[in-house]
């Protein structure tokens, strides 16, 4: 076996093996409050929470929206695929909403992913999002179309 | 209240700390945009001899948001306007709302009356509206319709169905025609409102919808009329693209007489966001209102208007934008004026990012 085949079977096995790894750390888990009586969204389900269209759960508490200040990736993701926005559009579509009185507050700001999990966990109705490979053991993860962060298809990449 | 200046400013940024004491108990987390915005603007109109020119401070306008419970939040909204004496105060928004869930929300307060698109989207924030002014039909201060109501409503998302409903009553329009008192209604004509947005899912953007405002008319302490009004809209705003159209029917019918005017008006108002770094947007827009000749309410207080609006908005910064308009206006009989404006409008949000 040549040097040149043997390096590009090493790259190829490499390039195999990285993949799902990468995909898997890209997706983004959305994590509810551990009492919040959800397991599954739909995307548009998903797309009028995080909208504020939808601003109660089911069991009347009030959805308390965490959100990632901007420049971190999994906001990015968001951005793209819940709001359909950039950031100017997701600015301004917040001060609209909130100087129509449609909501009474906007999302929540959060630093980090540690800092999303554990007031996730504290505040009761509260959603957020954080990075599949930051995902803890404790969080109450959410299917969306069914779908968990590992499945293949799972729509927030 | 005519003439105020250090109280004004001092009641502004009292409302908007007072506002903010009220945050609601999430704890460790602060709010992206807070609970508070100003809007301000300046103004410079260019007109033909003979019409006002020059300089104009527009609108201040206050802004902010309270929860004060799970369930019950606060809405208020108080502008400052320069006058040539001076300026005026108004508390333009004032609501007190207990939310049961998103289908089911109860309120009452001074609101802009959603009978109308635009007088619900963008209320006074010139900054977050593409065009200089409002159109003709809602603008502040004009009578063709009451832009603001004082009542209770009931209204709330439906979640299985994407609409949104108002449905109100309060008192009725004042006797010069702007709006509804806030004072008490001393003709006791209470008013209703009805309206209803549909807002499809899978289209993100795109919004139709109408309303509907039934009032009783006095005059002199006599009642003269009834009133009926109707709206409808539609919207698509989505990606580089801002297009409203709205059409409005007011109908009056003099008390004891079975026949009623009607006096329609309409607009289009198309922007498009230029895909360049640079954020341009060229706007134009096209109005109508044709006022019925035979009207018991609105002869002597309104003419026949129409104007085509060409202008252009810059965002320079992520909460200022410059714009630029021609206005070319024919009202009643008289012939067709030309206005040039160029304005600066922005959003403070107070503490926010």
Redesign the interface.
């Known amino acids: 076996m040549s040097r040149l085949t043997l390096l590009t079977l090493v790259f190829g096995l490499a390039t195999l093996l990285a993949s799902p790894v990468r995909a898997q750390e890209a997706a983004v888990a959305i994590v509810v409050h551990p009492e919040t009586d959800v397991d599954d969204l739909t995307m ?1 389900e998903l ?2 929470i995080f909208r504020g ?4 759960w089911g069991d ?3 959805v ?1 929206l ?2 990632r ?1 901007p420049e971190a990736d999994e906001r990015q993701t968001i951005l793209e695929r819940v709001y ?1 926005m950039n950031e ?1 559009q997701f ?2 579509f ?3 909403k ?4 449609e ?8 630093y980090s992913s540690d ?1 999303a999990r ?2 996730v966990t ?2 009761p109705g509260a959603i957020t999002f954080v990075p599949v490979s930051e995902v803890s053991s404790d969080s109450r993860v959410v299917r969306i179309d069914g779908l968990l962060p590992s499945d293949p298809g799972y729509p927030l990449r | 209240m005519r003439g105020v200046r250090h109280p004004t400013t001092w009641l502004i940024v009292g409302f908007l700390i007072a506002a903010s004491r009220l945050e609601g108990q999430t704890p460790g987390a602060e709010t992206e945009f807070l609970r508070g915005f100003i809007f301000a603007d300046v103004l410079y109109k260019s007109a033909e001899e003979g019409m006002t020119e020059g300089f104009f401070i527009g609108q201040t306008v206050a802004h902010a948001n309270a929860t004060l419970s799970e369930n019950l939040v606060f809405f208020g909204e108080v502008s400052v306007t320069a006058r040539s004496s001076g300026f005026t105060l108004a508390v333009e928004r004032l609501i007190l709302r207990y939310e049961f869930n998103d289908p089911l929300k109860v309120s009452a307060g001074r609101y802009h009356t959603p009978i109308s698109f635009w007088n619900t989207e963008f209320h006074h924030g010139l900054w977050l509206q593409g065009s200089v002014s409002r159109p003709e039909a809602v603008k502040f201060g004009g009578s063709y319709l009451p832009v603001h109501f004082v009542g209770a409503m009931l209204e709330g998302n439906l979640t299985d169905v994407p609409l949104h409903y108002s449905a109100g009553f309060g008192n009725g329009r004042t006797e010069n025609l702007v709006g509804a008192g806030s004072a008490g209604d001393p003709l006791g004509s209470t008013a209703f409102v009805l309206a209803a947005s549909l807002r499809p899912r899978g289209l993100f953007g795109f919004r139709v919808g109408g309303g509907a405002y039934f009032d009783r008319i006095s005059e002199g302490g006599v009642e003269v009329a009834d009133e009926r009004i109707l709206s409808g809209h539609l919207v698509w705003d989505r990606n580089n693209v801002e297009a409203i159209a709205e059409v409005f029917h007011v109908s009056h019918r003099e008390l004891g007489l079975d026949e009623a005017t009607g006096s329609p008006s309409w607009y289009v108002h198309v922007g498009y966001r230029l895909p360049t770094s640079v954020r341009l947007t060229p706007y134009a827009r096209y109005e109508e209102i044709s006022i019925d000749e035979q009207d018991v309410v609105f002869e002597d207080v309104l003419a026949d208007y129409e104007a085509a609006i060409v202008g252009i908005r810059y965002d320079f910064e992520s909460y200022a934008a410059l714009k630029a308009e021609y206005r070319g206006e024919k009202v009643g009989d008289v012939g067709r004026t030309d206005s040039w404006f160029a304005q600066a409008s922005f959003a403070i949000p107070v503490g926010g990012s």
């Open positions: 548009q797309r009028s269209d939808r601003q109660f009347g508490r009030r308390t965490l959100v200040a359909e100017d600015r301004e917040w001060i609209g909130m100087f129509r009185a909501v009474a507050a906007g999302p929540k700001l959060v800092m554990e007031l504290v505040i």
